[in-house]
T-cell receptor, first 119, second 110 residues
Framework: GAVVSQHPSRVICKSGTSVKIECRSLDFQATTMFWYRQFPKQSLMLMATSNEGSKATYEQGVEKDKFLINHASLTLSTLTVTSAHPEDSSFYIC???????????????FGDGTRLSIL | DAKTTQPNSMESNEEEPVHLPCNHSTISGTDYIHWYRQLPSQGPEYVIHGLTSNVNNRMASLAIAEDRKSSTLILHRATLRDAAVYYC???????????FGPGTSLSVIP
């Protein structure tokens, strides 16, 4: 089945560091990918929609200069948390839809998440 | 976006069937009903989806009410590995954003 790979699975770094998280669709092309953030015991919160070849669309309240998204190819989107601080510590998850599905209502495929801990 | 409501939590005994309800009274005629689940410390995984007719796959069954204002995810024999948060979500097309509500936390008792 369709697989989405996220890397790294876990990051621990010092405050002020910028951290890049990769999201790859391994066996399909994805013009559109999504980035979510999840705090402990809460549901997933959509942060942004990543579009190949164009600017990402951010949800209300998400700082675009803080969370840089690049979708340079049909199989790779990256999320960079710039100058990370302890409050950015969270579980970050990406998802992608298979372009072959067209408008047909196919499911999203999710990565296994990246646990980011800022000290 | 049409919203869904689910119970916060449910319990089931192992090897018994589980019926997870979802209400979506404002569903539109073109909204699909999707179910995802999230195991601890993992990303969500797709379970099943449908539009009007009941659906079966290897993981579960989806029973959709005739008026489409509610649906039920059925796990035929709960196992310990089915302990997860289950999310019922409506989307109109594949291009729609998948917006997660609180979901139902399912506990499976050995």
């Amino acid at each position: 089945g369709a697989v989405v790979s996220q890397h790294p699975s876990r990051v621990i770094c010092k405050s002020g560091t910028s951290v890049k998280i990769e999201c790859r669709s391994l066996d399909f092309q994805a013009t559109t990918m999504f980035w979510y953030r999840q705090f402990p015991k809460q549901s997933l919160m959509l942060m942004a929609t990543s579009n190949e070849g164009s600017k990402a669309t951010y949800e209300q309240g998400v700082e675009k200069d803080k969370f840089l998204i690049n979708h340079a190819s049909l199989t790779l989107s990256t999320l960079t948390v710039t100058s990370a601080h302890p409050e950015d510590s969270s579980f970050y998850i990406c998802s992608a839809r298979d372009d072959r599905g067209g408008w047909d209502n196919q499911p999203q495929h999710f990565g296994d998440g990246t646990r980011l801990s800022i000290l | 976006d049409a919203k869904t409501t689910q119970p916060n939590s449910m319990e089931s005994n192992e090897e018994e069937p589980v019926h997870l309800p979802c209400n979506h009274s404002t569903i539109s005629g073109t909204d699909y009903i999707h179910w995802y689940r999230q195991l601890p410390s993992q990303g969500p995984e797709y379970v099943i989806h449908g539009l009007t007719s009941n659906v079966n796959n290897r993981m579960a069954s989806l029973a959709i009410a005739e008026d489409r204002k509610s649906s039920t995810l059925i796990l035929h024999r709960a196992t310990l590995r089915d302990a997860a948060v289950y999310y019922c979500i409506l989307t109109e097309t594949s291009y729609d954003k998948v917006i997660f509500g609180p979901g139902t936390s399912l506990s499976v008792i050995p």
